[in-house]
C-alpha cells in the first residue's frame, strides 16, 4: 500500500515532547525520563535549531534538525544548513525513512536558497552514499603534563586571565571571528548559539570560561574547559573551544592550562590539522581525526555564489550523477571570467564525470582533482578538463569547531 509522507515542522507539544524522547533515545539513553526534563527546562533549544518530523501515514518515523547558518567558503559566507540530530526510533528503523527525510530536507534547503549543508556522521560510510563527503579533519592532542611543560618551557611573559560568562560574549565572539578567518566552513557565530552552543552544548554541560588580555590589556584569546574525573591525577582538562588572535596569546593560553598541574594530569585538546603545536614540535599523542561532512545541495547555485581566481578564463562540461538530488543530475558547462562562474545546463559532451560527493569535497577545497582521481574514482575524458578543475578549486584550511 502506497504511504503517505511528509517532512514538516513539529505542531503542539506532544510533537516536541515526543521529537525530544527519540533525540535523547538515540544520543543519550543513559538519561532517565526526568533527567531529560530537567535539562531541557534549564536550557530549552534556541530558536534557530528547526525542529522537524518525518511522519508517515501521520506516525513520526524520523527526527532531524535544521540549523540555518552563515559559514566562509572559498573567502566569502554562504548559506550552510547544519543537519542535526537525525534519529529513526529503533521500531521504525532500516525501511529507508531516515533517508527519505534527508531527501526531503534537501528539498526544502534548495527552496529556500541554502544551497549547500554540513553535519556530524556517526559513520562516514553512510552520509557517503547519500552524497555528503569529510571535508575537514582536526588533530587530536593528549598532553601528559610533563609534554604540556616541555611544550610552554622557551614561552614568554603573560597578561593575565579572568572567568568570562555569557556577559562577554561579544568580545569573545570578537577573537573568535579574528581566528577563524585562516579557515574555510567556519561559522558565523550568533548570541544564541554562543549561549546555547558554544557556552553549552547538547548535554548541558556548564564549562569554565576563561579569557586573556595581553600586556596591553587587549583581549586577544579565550579558552572554554571542562575538567573530568574524580581524583587528582586521573583528571583531564578537556578543551572545547579556544581562540587566540596572535601566537604570543596561544602561547600564554598554554601556559595558563599548565598551571591546572595540580588538579589535572591529562590535557586534551582538539585543534585544526595544521596547528601550531605541529611547528612548536610539541610532544605527547597526537591523532588525526575525520571532520565535518559537507554537501553541495544545489550545484548551479553553489558554483555562482563563490569568487574564483580572478586571472582564470576557461570553461569546461561537468557530468554530475546525485541519487537523492534529481536536479543536481546532468551535464552542467562552467565558465568561469572576472572571477565569477556561470553555470547552465548543456548536452555537450563531458570533460570531466563525478559524483556529488566527490564536487562537494572539491568545492569545499578539501580535496584536488587529482587525489580524487587517484583514490575515488573521478572520470576524466580531457586533460583541459581536469586542469581546469585544480584552477578553479585551489585547495584551502577547512576546520569546523562546532558541535551540532
Ligand atoms: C542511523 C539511523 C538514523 C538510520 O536510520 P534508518 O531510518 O534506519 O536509515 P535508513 O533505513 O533510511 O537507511 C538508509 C541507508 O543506510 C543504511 N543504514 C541504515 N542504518 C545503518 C547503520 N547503522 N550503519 C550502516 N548503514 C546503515 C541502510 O541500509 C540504507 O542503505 P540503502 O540505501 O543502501 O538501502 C538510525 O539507526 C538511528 O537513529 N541511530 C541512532 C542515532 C544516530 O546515530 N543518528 C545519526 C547521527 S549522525
Redesign the pocket.
Known amino acids: 500500500m502506497l504511504q503517505r509522507a511528509e517532512l514538516r515542522p513539529l505542531q503542539g507539544e506532544d510533537e516536541k515532547d515526543e521529537w525530544l524522547s527519540h533525540v535523547h533515545y538515540?544520543?543519550a539513553p543513559h538519561r532517565s525520563g526526568e533527567e531529560v526534563r530537567e535539562l531541557q527546562e534549564r536550557r530549552p533549544e534556541p530558536e534557530m535549531l528547526e525542529k522537524k518530523g518525518y511522519f508517515v501515514d501521520g506516525a513520526m518515523v524520523?527526527i532531524c534538525g535544521l540549523i540555518d547558518f552563515t559559514g566562509r567558503l572559498r573567502g566569502t559566507w554562504v548559506p550552510i544548513g547544519g543537519i542535526?540530530?537525525?534519529?529513526?526510533?529503533p521500531e521504525?528503523?532500516?525501511?529507508?525513512?531516515?533517508?527519505?527525510m534527508l531527501r526531503d530536507l534537501l528539498v526544502q534547503m534548495r527552496d529556500r536558497g541554502i544551497y549547500t549543508s554540513a553535519?556530524?556522521?556517526?559513520?562516514s560510510?553512510?552520509y557517503e552514499?547519500l552524497g555528503w563527503g569529510v571535508s575537514a579533519e582536526s588533530s587530536g592532542f593528549k598532553f601528559s603534563t610533563e609534554d604540556l611543560r616541555r611544550l610552554v618551557r622557551g614561552f614568554g611573559p603573560q597578561g593575565t586571565f579572568s572567568r568570562a560568562s555569557e556577559e562577554d560574549i561579544e568580545v569573545l565572539d570578537g577573537i573568535y571571528r579574528c581566528w577563524a578567518q585562516d579557515y574555510d566552513l567556519t561559522i558565523k557565530r550568533e548570541q544564541q548559539w554562543w549561549k546555547w552552543n558554544v557556552l553549552t552544548g547538547w548535554e548541558k554541560r556548564s564549562p569554565y570560561v576563561y579569557l586573556y588580555r595581553n600586556s596591553h590589556g587587549d583581549a586577544s584569546a579565550y579558552v572554554i574547559y571542562l575538567i573530568r574525573g574524580a581524583e587528582d591525577n586521573g583528571r583531564t582538562m578537556h578543551v572545547m573551544d579556544y581562540a587566540y588572535a596572535d601566537l604570543d596569546s596561544y602561547s600564554a593560553l598554554l601556559k595558563f592550562l599548565l598551571d591546572h598541574d595540580s588538579q589535572v594530569g591529562t590535557f586534551r585538546i582538539d585543534t585544526p590539522a595544521n596547528d601550531p603545536l605541529f611547528d612548536w614540535q610539541a610532544t605527547g599523542e597526537v591523532k588525526r581525526h575525520r571532520g565535518i561532512m559537507f554537501r553541495v545541495v544545489d550545484v548551479c547555485s553553489a558554483l555562482e555564489a563563490v569568487p574564483f581566481p580572478r586571472d582564470l578564463r576557461d570553461s569546461a562540461v561537468l557530468e554530475v550523477s546525485d541519487s537523492l538530488c534529481g536536479w543536481n543530475e546532468g551535464k552542467f558547462s562552467v565558465a568561469v571570467s572576472g572571477g565569477r562562474a556561470e553555470v547552465c545546463p548543456t548536452d555537450d559532451a563531458s570533460d570531466v564525470q563525478l559524483d556529488i560527493r566527490e564536487l562537494s569535497q572539491l568545492y569545499a577545497g578539501y580535496r584536488s582533482p587529482e587525489q580524487l582521481q587517484k583514490n575515488d574514482g573521478l572520470r576524466v575524458h580531457s586533460v583541459d578538463g581536469l586542469d581546469f578543475l585544480g584552477r578553479l578549486f585551489p585547495q584551502r584550511e577547512t576546520y569546523m569547531a562546532e558541535d551540532f
Do not use: E, I
Open positions: 538515540a544520543f524520523s542535526g540530530p537525525v534519529a529513526t526510533p521504525h528503523r532500516r525501511r529507508g525513512y531516515a533517508k527519505g553535519l556530524w556522521p556517526f559513520y560510510r553512510f552514499c
